[in-house]
């Protein structure tokens, strides 16, 4: 897909008029307000902005603009998020338009023992990139590896009552809409998912508690192969602190999931889950096991977790086994590492998680990712990330996909509130059955942060 282009400059100049200090805002007595307006200007070179075989180089100029205002009292919070690029650009970029937006409103209100939570999430970015706001949790689309548009939709409410009390009730409606459009990847599906779960929960002392829930989720997927299902999960939690140094838990549940369409089929059966956590005076010990009713069968898991608080940062390590009935048994692996050096950081990371899509297939995501950030000087900075997605997908009829993310950036302040940002991108995917797919970019711009308390 093209992207879209806007004349990205003017934006700039009628917000750096803006003053340069802060100005006062209403305080709340027991709480506070904060607005921050971010502003950024890159001019980009890429061979191939699109991520697609054979793309052609362009010339972009960038212009990011965001807005976030907070505010807190002593018994609500509310946020908002709302930002987004304008593009101007050489090649096909024609015409102009609002690129990668997204919005964010969240509202909180505690009153002694009750808890009442609204939020709405919105984001639309090139499928061919990762979601630079956070805002969505990729899954068919975590590697990219195809062109079009992606919009992420989500509408939450939740509550609770009676919190730390002997008896509360809580509950959580969410709705998530998933589209798609101009994509060639038959496997890209629109999806619309909804969940509904409550819960009770019982306190017989500090140490005990016990949760009992309901939850229901219908999945539906459009398109060719999408399989539609429904899910019934009737269960309960038990919460134990056995001792200062050792606390676990253990989850009982029947499962029910039906497969709709024009084989319906019904998977049923008990699941069990838990775990235990060992406190040492350098870190702590874990370990937790499942055996599920999953999409695509019974899921067996286990993990053993370590760690470490070090000197100068912190260590996690963990290893375990997962296998679903039909399917071979695989390891899993994660590292979750940082160090503080003498004016900077690193920090390595990698997880591995088992996920069913919207075929219903069943998948390993690996992701593997690298930060390093040092100060050069007082007023400057170098940083290095770099990201290794894969997605195995189980079966012998499995399509296996993997995309290498690296960009190295250099950041200078130039005066208040004003900082100047170099550098250079790298991406790289394949996948079965396809063409291999590499972009580079380089980029230079003005970035700006206006803060009003």
Not at 258 to 263: A, N, R, S, Y
Request: glycine letters at 10%; a negative charge; hydrophobic letters at 30%.
């Amino acid at each position: 897909m093209a992207r879209p282009a806007a004349g990205g400059v003017t934006g700039l100049c009628v917000l750096s008029l803006l003053p340069v200090q802060p100005f006062a805002q209403g305080r709340d007595e027991t709480g506070g307000r904060r607005t921050e307006i971010t502003i950024g200007q890159n001019l980009e070179f890429s061979d191939n902005p699109d991520f697609v075989v054979d793309g052609d180089s362009q010339l972009v100029s960038l212009t990011s603009l965001g807005l976030t205002h907070e505010r807190s009292t002593g018994i609500d919070t509310l946020i908002f998020r709302i930002g987004g690029d304008l593009e101007l650009g050489t090649g096909d970029l024609e015409g102009s338009a609002f690129q990668d937006p997204f919005v964010v409103l969240s509202f909180d209100r505690d009153v002694r023992h009750t808890r009442l939570g609204l939020s709405l999430r919105y984001s639309e970015t090139d499928v061919s990139n990762s979601d630079s706001t956070g805002l969505t949790d990729l899954d068919d689309d975590i590697l990219g590896s195809d062109v079009g548009t992606r919009q992420n939709l989500t509408l939450e409410i939740s509550g609770a009552t009676g919190i730390e009390a002997p008896f509360g009730t809580d509950f959580n409606i969410r709705r998530d809409q998933l589209r798609y459009s101009d994509t060639t990847d038959t496997s890209l599906l629109d999806e619309d998912t909804d969940t509904i779960e409550s819960g009770f929960t019982f306190r017989f002392s500090p140490r005990l508690s016990l949760r009992s829930f309901l939850r229901y989720t219908d999945r539906d997927v459009d398109g060719l192969g999408g399989v539609d299902r429904e899910t019934t999960v009737l269960g309960a939690t038990l919460d134990a602190e056995i001792s200062d140094i050792l606390s676990g838990n253990l989850t009982l549940s029947y499962d029910e999931i039906e497969f709709l369409g024009p084989t319906p089929s019904t998977t049923d059966g008990l699941s069990i889950s838990g775990g235990l956590t060992r406190l040492t005076p350098n870190g702590s010990w874990g370990l937790t096991f499942s055996s599920d009713v999953a999409e695509s069968g019974r899921r067996d898991q286990l993990n053993l977790r370590r760690d470490l608080e070090l000197k100068s940062g912190s260590l996690g390590l963990s290893f375990g086994l997962t296998h679903t009935e039909g399917l071979s048994t695989d390891p899993l692996y994660g590292i979750d590492w940082i160090r503080d050096l003498a004016r900077g950081s690193i920090s390595l990371s990698l997880s591995q998680s088992v996920t069913s899509d919207a075929l219903a297939n069943e998948q390993i995501d690996t992701s593997l990712s690298l930060g390093v950030t040092q100060e050069v000087t007082d007023l400057s900075s170098l940083s290095l990330d770099a990201s290794l997605r894969d997605s195995n997908e189980l079966g012998a009829l499995g399509i296996d996909s993997r995309r290498v993310d690296i960009s190295l950036t250099y950041r200078r302040e130039l005066e208040r509130d004003w900082d100047m940002v170099g550098g250079y991108r790298y991406s790289h995917s394949t996948q079965d059955g396809t063409t291999d797919r590499d972009s580079n970019t380089i980029f230079i711009g003005l970035e700006r942060s206006l803060v009003w308390n």
